[in-house]
């Protein structure tokens, strides 16, 4: 299971000292004083806001502590010594189990959306959380703004570090080839712009110098009002650093953006070219920005993790520190891939509390930096908790009720039950699998039920110790009937069994066989309709990150008849790789990589291949257990890739790269509807899973938003689900409804899409934790019937290997 909570990210500030080009002008400087400290009561904070001294180890006279609302805010009025990027920290204290995310605002300008302010365990527990923001000289106002409905957390004061000058180079002032000096657009800085001649080969060329050899940034501000993208070669002392380096369309020619790129210089004069490659020519120039180079290197891999001080609810996790070039600034720790705690980099352990007594607990430690890069994930440790001293069970719950059934749903009440400690949920059960935990109150409306089903329930109380109360009485009922729009699910057979982790399942043009890959032994099979079975060959180059890497997913050419050709996307050593391969009918030949560059971790890949009716390959990928990217429109990760068949971005793509949709965690599901509309369908954090309807360039809010977003230029999904319900996997579209694969929730959950609306029904669900962890649904061609593919082999599942099996469902 994937982990579910954001961190934040932050630009490195190291020093490079940069000269200005020509003679005459100075060398900026990097400013080195101490940190200034701003004491949170001393700033400006929204209505009802207080300042409180009730919790120790505050900083000043007290913390500030705003209403617990969506838009309370805290600005404070900072003092920069120069214009640049400066290193901003903040200490806080949420004694919540919830993070608190804010908008981080400079000069009125949001610079950093969602900014994670996660929980410290307790209200005396502060931390520090850092991130860079850009600056002017002189008076600057932060505000933080609170986009949940609980608030900021507790702030304490903010710190300002590190100020790194940067140097502005103007293109009008540079040697121009095939362009010319215009101001017929407005936003230009300096004293206009370059307008470059549209012909291959224009250029502009930027005298640059630096005080010593190093890396530097890059930055050129352009703007674009074409519709294509106009992408130029950026040279360094006549070295190509970074070719074919995307401009995309702004919009229009008064909007401005910015690309950068990271080149190393020498010491004194360089020569930094931008040329143009394309017919169009380049971008309209307006100047060259050179500063500090981003830190782009990741954390190494914490050490072994070990368990002490165990107890029945809590225990202590330590482990080995990491290292970085710049500074470890945080260990997240996780379980099973979900987010349960984090320590300062400084820190080497944490006590973990509030956990379930006698329960083996599966923890992993990822380090990070100021810059938001993240370390491979340590070792793993087991460790489990002693058994409760409380051995006494709750009472029976009172009579059990249903009303108001309906062909999806069902209202049940019950007597409440007692504990010699505190009943602390109840589950609604049939047999032992659970449809439905409550925490809080006696009654509740049961959703998700099959049409035309019969239900035998039961409910049970539980206390903090898992000790479970005998069942309640026996409600039972039939669903009523079902809609005849789409079809349901009206029989599941087994096709094939002796699998281990199947993964990614694809149907050849033909419609009689299918490729299916297995995660972790790297094996591609053949599958028949009738369920025969050979190996075609493995995947070179593929390797496991004890978790949900691997080989995974795989799709076929639909020109297969003549190139023969299938895709594969695969965790490989420096990354995840998406490649391409020969397939004859028998055997794999000719492995080669299209797509590198995709960060993988041990949870968060994503995998997904899907052929679109454009005949363009789409991927999705997970943002590696590093959030913010999935924000970043140049960053491959936490997102849903579109790419021709020999590797390169397609033409039409939103942002001239390779990004087709962005803000996504980990999305694993892809399929077109009868309109050549994608679907998509992703695992939420901590509260919601997700089903998208993807367009391009819409951001889908990971990590700003989890679930229905409220914020301006975020796209909602179309269905959402509670983790424990889902966990969704693969889906696939039969009679234009959505069948999404789950598997925490293990179950197969239908989804109707209503006519070619951009909404969907009532979901309601099959097969619930009949046959375990379900992972993968394809369409079977020619037929009203889906293949359905479990995991249960891996160490969510517990299964012995060989024990997965396929399914074949029957629509009727």
Same mark, same amino acid.
């Given at each position: 299971?994937?982990?579910?909570?954001?961190?934040?990210?932050?630009?490195?500030?190291?020093?490079?000292?940069?000269?200005?080009?020509?003679?005459?002008?100075?060398?900026?400087?990097?400013?080195?004083? *101490?940190?200034?400290? $701003?004491?949170?009561?001393?700033?400006? $904070?929204?209505?009802?806001?207080?300042?409180?001294?009730?919790?120790?180890?505050?900083?000043?006279?007290?913390? #500030?502590?705003?209403?617990? =609302?969506?838009?309370?805010?805290?600005?404070?009025?900072?003092?920069?010594?120069?214009?640049?990027?400066?290193?901003?920290?903040?200490?806080?204290?949420? /004694? =919540?189990?919830?993070?608190? %995310?804010?908008?981080?605002?400079?000069?009125?300008?949001?610079?950093?959306?969602?900014?994670?302010? %996660?929980?410290?365990?307790?209200?005396?527990?502060?931390?520090?959380?850092?991130?860079?923001?850009?600056?002017?000289?002189?008076?600057?106002?932060?505000?933080?703004?609170?986009?949940?409905?609980?608030?900021?957390?507790?702030?304490?004061?903010?710190?300002?570090?590190?100020?790194?000058?940067?140097?502005?180079?103007?293109?009008?002032?540079?040697?121009?080839?095939?362009?010319?000096?215009?101001?017929?657009?407005?936003? $230009?800085?300096?004293?206009?712009?370059?307008?470059?001649?549209?012909?291959?080969?224009?250029?502009?060329?930027?005298?640059?110098?630096?005080?010593?050899?190093?890396?530097?940034?890059?930055?050129?501000?352009? *703007?674009?009002?074409?519709?294509?993208?106009?992408?130029?070669?950026?040279? #360094?002392?006549?070295?190509?650093?970074?070719?074919?380096?995307?401009?995309?369309?702004?919009?229009?020619?008064?909007?401005?953006?910015?690309?950068?790129?990271?080149?190393?210089?020498?010491?004194?004069?360089?020569?930094?070219?931008?040329? *143009?490659?394309?017919?169009?020519?380049? %971008?309209?120039?307006?100047?060259?920005?050179?500063?500090?180079?981003?830190?782009?290197?990741?954390?190494?891999?914490?050490?072994?993790?070990?368990? +002490?001080?165990?107890?029945?609810?809590?225990?202590?996790?330590?482990?080995?520190?990491?290292?970085?070039?710049?500074?470890?600034?945080?260990?997240?720790?996780?379980?099973?891939?979900?987010?349960? /705690?984090?320590?300062? /980099?400084?820190?080497?352990?944490?006590?973990?509390?509030?956990?379930?007594?006698?329960?083996?607990?599966?923890?992993?430690?990822?380090?990070?930096?100021?810059?938001?890069?993240?370390?491979?994930?340590?070792?793993?440790?087991?460790?489990?908790?002693?058994?409760?001293?409380?051995?006494?069970?709750?009472?029976?719950?009172?009579?059990?009720?249903?009303?108001?059934?309906?062909?999806?749903?069902?209202?049940?009440?019950?007597?409440?039950?007692?504990?010699?400690?505190?009943?602390?949920?109840?589950?609604?059960?049939?047999?032992?699998? #659970?449809?439905?935990?409550?925490?809080?109150?006696?009654?509740?409306?049961?959703?998700?039920?099959?049409?035309?089903?019969?239900?035998?329930?039961?409910?049970?109380?539980?206390?903090? *110790?898992?000790?479970? +109360?005998?069942?309640?009485?026996?409600?039972?009922?039939?669903?009523?009937?079902?809609?005849?729009?789409?079809?349901?699910?009206?029989?599941?057979?087994?096709?094939?069994?002796?699998?281990?982790?199947?993964?990614?399942?694809?149907?050849?043009?033909?419609?009689?066989?299918?490729?299916?890959?297995?995660?972790?032994?790297?094996?591609?099979?053949?599958?028949?309709? +009738?369920?025969?079975?050979?190996?075609?060959?493995?995947?070179?180059?593929?390797?496991?990150?004890?978790?949900?890497?691997?080989?995974?997913?795989?799709?076929?050419?639909?020109?297969?008849?003549?190139?023969?050709?299938?895709?594969?996307?695969?965790?490989?050593?420096?990354?995840?790789?998406?490649?391409?391969?020969?397939?004859?009918?028998?055997?794999?030949?000719?492995?080669?990589?299209?797509?590198?560059?995709?960060?993988?971790?041990?949870?968060?890949?994503?995998?997904?291949?899907?052929?679109? %009716?454009?005949?363009?390959?789409?991927?999705?990928?997970?943002?590696?257990?590093?959030?913010?990217?999935?924000?970043?429109?140049?960053?491959?990760?936490?997102?849903?890739?579109?790419?021709?068949?020999?590797?390169?971005?397609?033409?039409?793509?939103?942002?001239?790269?390779?990004?087709?949709?962005?803000?996504?965690?980990?999305?694993?599901?892809?399929?077109?509807?009868?309109?050549?509309?994608?679907?998509?369908?992703?695992?939420?954090?901590? +509260?919601?899973?997700?089903?998208?309807?993807?367009?391009?360039?819409?951001?889908?809010?990971?990590?700003?938003?989890?679930?229905?977003?409220?914020?301006?230029?975020?796209?909602?999904?179309?269905?959402?689900?509670?983790?424990?319900?889902?966990?969704?996997?693969?889906?696939?579209?039969?009679?234009?409804?959505?069948?999404?694969?789950?598997?925490?929730?293990?179950?197969?959950?239908?989804?109707?899409?209503?006519?070619?609306?951009?909404?969907?029904?009532?979901?309601?669900?099959?097969?619930? /934790?009949?046959?375990?962890?379900?992972?993968?649904?394809?369409?079977?061609?020619?037929?009203?019937?889906?293949?359905?593919?479990?995991?249960?082999?891996?160490?969510?599942?517990?299964?012995?290997?060989?024990?997965?099996?396929?399914?074949?469902?029957?629509?009727?």
């Amino acid at each position: 299971m994937s982990s579910r909570k954001p961190w934040p990210r932050r630009l490195a500030t190291g020093t490079v000292a940069l000269l200005c080009a020509g003679l005459i002008q100075a060398v900026p400087q990097t400013a080195t004083a *101490a940190p200034t400290r $701003y004491e949170a009561e001393s700033a400006a $904070y929204t209505a009802g806001s207080t300042v409180d001294s009730n919790y120790a180890g505050y900083s000043g006279t007290g913390f #500030v502590n705003t209403p617990n =609302t969506v838009g309370s805010y805290l600005e404070f009025t900072v003092n920069a010594p120069s214009a640049g990027t400066a290193t901003l920290a903040l200490r806080y204290g949420n /004694g =919540t189990t919830a993070d608190r %995310p804010a908008d981080l605002a400079v000069n009125g300008t949001v610079v950093k959306a969602g900014h994670s302010f %996660p929980s410290t365990t307790t209200w005396d527990a502060w931390t520090t959380t850092s991130t860079t923001v850009p600056v002017t000289a002189g008076t600057n106002r932060i505000r933080l703004t609170a986009t949940a409905a609980g608030g900021l957390a507790n702030i304490d004061y903010a710190e300002l570090e590190s100020v790194t000058a940067a140097t502005d180079y103007q293109a009008e002032d540079a040697t121009i080839a095939q362009g010319t000096v215009a101001t017929n657009h407005t936003g $230009y800085t300096g004293s206009g712009f370059v307008d470059y001649t549209n012909v291959t080969g224009s250029s502009v060329e930027f005298t640059v110098g630096a005080a010593s050899a190093g890396s530097a940034s890059l930055a050129l501000r352009y *703007a674009n009002g074409t519709t294509a993208d106009r992408p130029m070669d950026i040279s #360094v002392n006549g070295t190509v650093v970074a070719s074919g380096v995307s401009f995309p369309p702004t919009t229009n020619w008064d909007t401005w953006a910015t690309k950068t790129v990271n080149a190393n210089l020498t010491a004194g004069s360089n020569k930094i070219r931008a040329t *143009a490659t394309t017919a169009g020519g380049g %971008p309209n120039l307006d100047r060259l920005t050179v500063g500090a180079a981003a830190d782009t290197q990741a954390p190494s891999r914490p050490g072994r993790p070990s368990c +002490s001080a165990i107890t029945e609810n809590g225990l202590t996790l330590a482990w080995g520190a990491s290292t970085d070039n710049v500074g470890v600034t945080a260990y997240d720790l996780y379980e099973h891939g979900n987010k349960i /705690g984090e320590t300062a /980099g400084d820190a080497t352990s944490k006590d973990l509390t509030g956990l379930s007594p006698d329960t083996t607990y599966n923890l992993t430690v990822i380090a990070r930096d100021a810059a938001g890069n993240a370390s491979p994930a340590s070792p793993v440790v087991d460790c489990t908790t002693k058994p409760s001293t409380d051995t006494t069970p709750p009472t029976t719950p009172g009579t059990l009720t249903a009303a108001d059934v309906t062909a999806n749903s069902v209202d049940l009440s019950w007597g409440a039950a007692t504990d010699d400690r505190a009943v602390t949920a109840y589950d609604v059960r049939s047999g032992t699998t #659970v449809y439905k935990t409550v925490t809080s109150g006696t009654s509740t409306t049961l959703t998700g039920l099959a049409c035309d089903s019969p239900y035998a329930l039961t409910v049970v109380a539980r206390d903090a *110790a898992g000790n479970v +109360s005998q069942p309640s009485n026996t409600v039972n009922f039939t669903t009523k009937a079902c809609a005849t729009d789409g079809g349901v699910p009206s029989s599941i057979a087994t096709l094939s069994t002796g699998w281990t982790i199947p993964w990614g399942t694809y149907w050849m043009p033909d419609g009689q066989s299918a490729l299916i890959t297995e995660r972790d032994d790297f094996r591609v099979w053949k599958i028949t309709k +009738s369920g025969t079975r050979t190996q075609v060959g493995t995947v070179p180059n593929a390797v496991t990150t004890n978790g949900e890497g691997g080989l995974l997913g795989v799709a076929v050419d639909p020109k297969w008849d003549t190139d023969h050709y299938v895709y594969f996307m695969h965790t490989a050593s420096e990354g995840n790789r998406v490649v391409r391969m020969t397939y004859n009918g028998t055997a794999l030949t000719d492995y080669k990589v299209l797509l590198q560059g995709i960060k993988k971790n041990r949870y968060h890949n994503g995998g997904r291949l899907a052929f679109g %009716p454009d005949g363009y390959l789409y991927v999705s990928t997970g943002e590696a257990q590093t959030p913010d990217l999935a924000q970043d429109k140049n960053s491959l990760n936490g997102k849903i890739l579109r790419m021709t068949t020999d590797g390169k971005a397609a033409p039409g793509n939103p942002f001239g790269n390779y990004v087709y949709s962005y803000g996504h965690r980990n999305p694993q599901g892809l399929a077109f509807d009868r309109s050549g509309r994608l679907w998509e369908a992703e695992f939420g954090n901590s +509260s919601k899973d997700e089903l998208n309807l993807i367009k391009p360039g819409a951001n889908y809010g990971w990590p700003t938003c989890e679930g229905n977003c409220s914020v301006l230029g975020m796209t909602n999904p179309k269905a959402t689900w509670n983790v424990s319900e889902a966990s969704p996997s693969g889906i696939a579209i039969v009679r234009n409804v959505v069948y999404m694969a789950s598997l925490r929730g293990e179950r197969l959950w239908r989804i109707p899409i209503n006519g070619d609306n951009e909404s969907v029904g009532t979901p309601t669900a099959y097969y619930v /934790g009949t046959y375990g962890r379900l992972r993968t649904v394809t369409k079977v061609p020619g037929a009203d019937q889906l293949w359905l593919s479990t995991t249960n082999c891996d160490n969510n599942g517990g299964a012995a290997d060989g024990s997965d099996k396929i399914f074949r469902v029957t629509i009727s």
